[in-house]
C-alpha cells in the first residue's frame, strides 16, 4: 500500500509545524540527490519534496486532512501518479448520464500545487530551500576592538550529516573584524551558514563577538573598566599619572583624597564607535612593603603625623 504524505515524512497526523519540518530537514539531508547514495535518491527527494509541499501548509494540510477523512472519489494515494490523487477512480464512481466532473477540476486544481500538479506537470519539479543561518561566539584580544583585525578563525558549529544526525563540523574562515565592535555585537558572514536544499541559497553565519576579560579589565558594551594601582600620596594629593590603557598611554590627574575603589571615568576612552565607550579607571591603593630600616621608619613618621586617625574607632 503506498504511503500517505504522513507516512512519507514519517510523522503522525497531529505532528506540529515544527515537527514536520524537523522530520523533512532530516530526511532531506539523508535524499538529497547531491549527496546522498541511496539508489532511489531522486524519487524520495522528490516524494517527500512533494510531501512537504502539502504538509507545510497550513491551508493545504487542512485540506489534506480533509480529504483523508472523506475519501470518497480517492484511491490509495501514490497508486497510480505521484500525486496520490487516482482521477480514473473517481470517474468511475461519478460515471452515468449527466455526470458532473466540476467537483473533479475542483478539487485537483485546489490539490494541484501539493500532489505534484499531476500527470501533465512536471513530475520532476523540486521546490529549493534556503539553508539555516547558524551561530557561533569568538572571543577576542581588547586591541582588537581598538584597532580592527582580519584573523583566520577555527570553528566548532552544530550541525546536521548528510544522514540527518547531529554532529559539530568544523569551519575555518578568514573574518574581517572592524574597530569599534561592541561586547555581544555580530559579524555577519552571507553564504557561510547551513547548504541550501535543491539550489536554495546557503543560509548566513553570524558570529558574536566577546572580548576576553582579565583580573584587570572588564567589558561592558563599549564601555571599558580598568583597574590601576596607586600609592597612598598619589591617592592622597591628587597627583598626576602616566597609565598604561588599551587606548594607549594616557596622563591622568587623580582627584585629590581618592578613595580605594574609587572610579575615574575618561569619556568616549572605550572602545571606539560611532557612539564611543567610556573608559573607567578603578583605583586600588597599593601599600608599599617596608623591609628596610629606612622604609620602616618612614612608616613610623607616617604614623605618628596621623595618630590622631582612628579607623576602628566605633
Known amino acids: 500500500m503506498a504511503k500517505n504524505y504522513y507516512e512519507e515524512l514519517g510523522v503522525s497526523r497531529d505532528a506540529s509545524a515544527d515537527e514536520i519540518k524537523k522530520a523533512y530537514r532530516k530526511l532531506a539531508k539523508k535524499y538529497h540527490p547531491d549527496i546522498s547514495k541511496e539508489a532511489d535518491a531522486e524519487a524520495k527527494m522528490q516524494a517527500i519534496n512533494v510531501a512537504y509541499d502539502t504538509l507545510g501548509d497550513a491551508t493545504k494540510k487542512a485540506e489534506y486532512d480533509q480529504m483523508l477523512d472523506q475519501p470518497q472519489g480517492f484511491s490509495g494515494f501514490g497508486q497510480n501518479n505521484q500525486s496520490g490523487f487516482d482521477g480514473a477512480q473517481y470517474y468511475r464512481q461519478s460515471s452515468g448520464a449527466g455526470a458532473d466532473f466540476s467537483g473533479f477540476e475542483d478539487i485537483f486544481g485546489r490539490f494541484g500545487a501539493g500532489f505534484g500538479g499531476g500527470q501533465h506537470r512536471s513530475q520532476r519539479q523540486q ?177 605618628d603625623a596621623f595618630a590622631s586617625f582612628r579607623p576602628r574607632a566605633s
Open 127 to 303: 521546490h529549493s530551500y534556503r539553508g539555516e543561518d547558524q551561530h557561533a561566539r569568538i572571543e577576542i584580544d581588547l586591541e582588537i576592538g581598538y584597532q580592527g583585525s582580519t584573523q583566520q578563525i577555527t570553528l566548532q558549529i552544530p550541525t546536521y550529516n548528510v544522514y540527518g544526525e547531529p554532529e559539530i563540523q568544523r569551519k575555518t574562515l578568514e573574518v574581517k573584524i572592524p574597530k569599534g565592535m561592541k561586547e555581544g555585537q555580530q559579524i555577519r558572514l552571507s553564504g557561510q551558514g547551513q547548504s541550501g536544499i535543491n539550489g536554495g541559497a546557503n543560509g548566513d553565519l553570524y558570529i558574536e563577538i566577546q572580548y576576553k576579560d582579565t583580573d584587570r579589565i572588564r567589558i561592558q558594551g563599549a564601555d571599558v573598566y580598568q583597574t590601576i594601582d596607586v600609592t597612598p600620596w598619589e591617592a592622597a594629593l591628587g597627583q598626576s599619572i602616566e597609565v598604561n590603557t588599551p587606548a594607549g598611554q594616557l596622563k591622568v590627574n587623580l582627584p585629590k583624597q581618592a578613595k580605594n575603589g574609587q572610579q575615574l571615568r575618561l569619556k568616549e576612552k572605550g572602545i571606539p564607535n560611532k557612539h564611543s565607550g567610556h573608559l573607567y579607571l578603578i583605583m586600588n591603593i597599593v601599600l608599599p612593603p617596608a623591609h628596610s630600616e629606612q622604609e620602616q621608619r618612614a612608616y613610623q613618621q607616617f604614623a
